[in-house]
């Protein structure tokens, strides 16, 4: 016995396996979403080494942290790999400097990737917004936009590095501007010289490390590790072109910024706050989204409302009538109703989509409810179930002068509470999961439920935020079968013992 239970309760734990990866998934992003774990790693490794590169590894919380701040550009990390050695002083200093850097002189770190849905300047941008414009009509009305929401709004483009590019006059930019001055540190990527010769030098040799000359190489082996070297025909080039405005001292030098060790520091420091922001940020966007598309949530409220309504109304109806007034056709009747199951549902959606768009019902409530009023497994069960009634109740029923229709509200449906809740979760698990049908006949917008917009979120959203929407529409079911376990297995166990 004891063996059996062991057993049960290992399947029990494997069916429960799939949804743990899941919510566990949607924790994590573009550098570790692929790690099969059930523990997020940077929850317990701040800068672990791979052991197989020996290089810091992007599932730890340095890791992630680094390809956050620049958009996980590989090149950019690696450059900014300096100073690791120096002292609190000189971080301290570093970060005052920082502060003081013209606003043309740092790129604002933390941007989108394109691995990503959202970011922490992204967010930032959009609750800035939010303080400054009253509501998105005010916003789209001063950037001359057409943004549905402030989760849409994106923060301007900047290439600082370019020679051509010139900053847009516009409001947006202004304003952009007056918020990229508050950013503190942490979020301050400065323009470095040794940075713009690194991808100067890689666009002269098309990307190919052994076509550098040894009088520029010195001893790097590898872009990253260029320092500019002041003289010859390619510093001139390279002189020539830098952006006209005045970004920086050309003539001076940067130092050896203690880029490495500021970050290292700050996460160290604030490694709490990192840890909760990289844990929530895939749910709080998800969030968001089902907020943005809010009409989803009561599109799909009010198709689970009707449809368990339906179903209980025309399926005990059916199975009430094939009880009470049976036919020399009713074993005919419940084969063909049975026949129903042995075909999956999607044999029916072209016959269906053309009878409803004939008759004029795309893209309304009606089109997703009626094709599912009656189920044949509902009808053979509640059949079987009221087959099973004691006959000596609707007899003394009938002899006290009750019609059937007070013997079925009275009687029949009183006595079958248990199974009609099982068939109205039932109704309802298959409302709320429903996507292919309802895109199919309801393509418009404004009729789409919340698996709709889901699938389509799915199309830009990379796998840890699909998890992360997955886990999140998971829960109404599995709540509903928390809640109300007892009437599904009521409603399983009942008909059996009747």
């Known amino acids: 016995m004891l063996a059996l239970y062991g057993i049960l309760t290992l399947g029990a734990l494997t069916t429960l396996y799939p949804f743990a990866m899941m919510m566990v998934t949607g924790f994590k992003g573009p550098?570790?979403?692929?790690?099969?774990?059930?523990?997020?790693?940077?929850?317990?490794?701040?800068?672990?080494?791979?052991?197989?590169?020996?290089?810091?590894?992007?599932?730890?919380?340095?890791?992630?942290?680094?390809?956050?701040?620049?958009?996980?550009?590989?090149?950019?990390?690696?450059?900014t790999r300096i100073g690791a050695d120096a002292t609190p002083e000189q971080v301290a200093a570093y970060e005052k400097t920082l502060m003081q850097l013209p606003l043309s002189?740092?790129?604002?770190?933390?941007?989108?990737?394109?691995?990503?849905?959202?970011?922490?300047?992204?967010m930032r941008y959009q609750n800035w917004l939010r303080g400054k414009f009253a509501t998105i009509d005010d916003l789209n009305k001063a950037y001359y936009e057409e943004n549905p929401a402030?989760?849409?709004v994106q923060a301007p483009v900047e290439l600082l590095e370019r020679r051509a590019w010139q900053p847009p006059k516009s409001r947006k930019y202004e304003d952009w501007l007056t918020f990229k001055a508050e950013l503190p540190a942490e979020f301050r990527v400065p323009l470095r010289i040794n940075r713009l010769w690194q991808e100067f030098m890689r666009s002269q040799c098309e990307n190919q490390f052994?076509?550098?000359?040894?009088?520029?190489?010195?001893?790097?082996?590898?872009?990253?590790?260029?320092?500019?070297?002041?003289?010859?025909?390619?510093?001139?080039?390279?002189?020539?072109?830098?952006p006209a405005r005045p970004l920086m001292d050309i003539s001076g030098t940067e130092g050896d910024y203690p880029i490495a060790a500021f970050e290292t520091s700050f996460v160290k420091t604030h490694e709490a706050e990192i840890k909760r922001e990289f844990t929530t940020r895939n749910y709080r966007y998800v969030g968001n989204y089902m907020a943005l598309n809010g009409r989803a949530l009561i599109n799909?409220?009010?198709?689970?409302?009707?449809?368990?309504?339906?179903?209980?109304?025309?399926?005990?109806?059916?199975?009430?009538?094939l009880s009470r007034f049976p036919m020399k056709s009713t074993g005919r009747i419940l084969l063909f109703l049975l026949a129903t199951m042995a075909?999956?549902?999607?044999?029916?959606?072209?016959p269906s989509f053309l009878l409803l768009k004939q008759l004029g019902l795309l893209n309304t409530f009606a089109a997703l409810v009626l094709p599912t009023a009656a189920s044949g497994y509902m009808i053979f069960l509640l059949k079987g179930f009221f087959d099973s009634l004691p006959p000596e109740l609707f007899e003394s029923g009938q002899i006290d002068g009750a019609k059937e229709s007070t013997l079925m509200f009275k009687i029949a449906f009183p006595m079958s509470r248990p199974v009609l809740g099982y068939l109205a979760l039932i109704a309802f698990m298959g409302a709320y999961g429903a996507f292919l049908y309802a895109f199919l006949v309801a393509q418009?917008?404004?009729?789409?439920?919340?698996?709709?917009?889901?699938?389509?979120?799915?199309?830009?959203?990379?796998?840890?935020?699909?998890?992360?929407a997955l886990t999140l529409a998971a829960l109404p079911t599995l709540l509903v079968f928390l809640v109300a376990q007892r009437a599904i297995m009521r409603g399983i166990i009942v008909p059996g013992e009747k």
Do not use: H
Request: net charge neutral.
């Open 31 to 79: 550098t570790d979403q692929n790690d099969n774990s059930l523990v997020p790693r940077f929850w317990s490794e701040v800068d672990s080494k791979d052991p197989k590169t020996g290089k810091l590894a992007p599932e730890s919380l340095m890791g992630k942290y680094l390809a956050d701040k620049y958009a996980g550009d590989a090149s950019m990390i690696e450059s």
């Open 105 to 122: 002189g740092f790129y604002a770190g933390f941007r989108t990737a394109p691995t990503q849905s959202t970011s922490r300047l992204a």
């Open 150 to 152: 402030f989760e849409t």
């Open 210 to 242: 052994d076509r550098v000359p040894e009088f520029y190489k010195k001893s790097a082996t590898k872009f990253e590790e260029l320092k500019i070297v002041r003289s010859g025909d390619v510093f001139r080039r390279f002189i020539g072109a830098l």
């Open 300 to 321: 799909t409220a009010i198709f689970c409302a009707l449809a368990i309504l339906t179903q209980l109304i025309v399926n005990p109806l059916a199975a009430f009538a």
């Open 343 to 350: 075909f999956p549902a999607e044999v029916a959606m072209i």
């Open 444 to 468: 418009d917008q404004k009729i789409w439920t919340i698996m709709v917009f889901i699938y389509q979120l799915q199309n830009t959203a990379p796998k840890a935020v699909m998890m992360a």
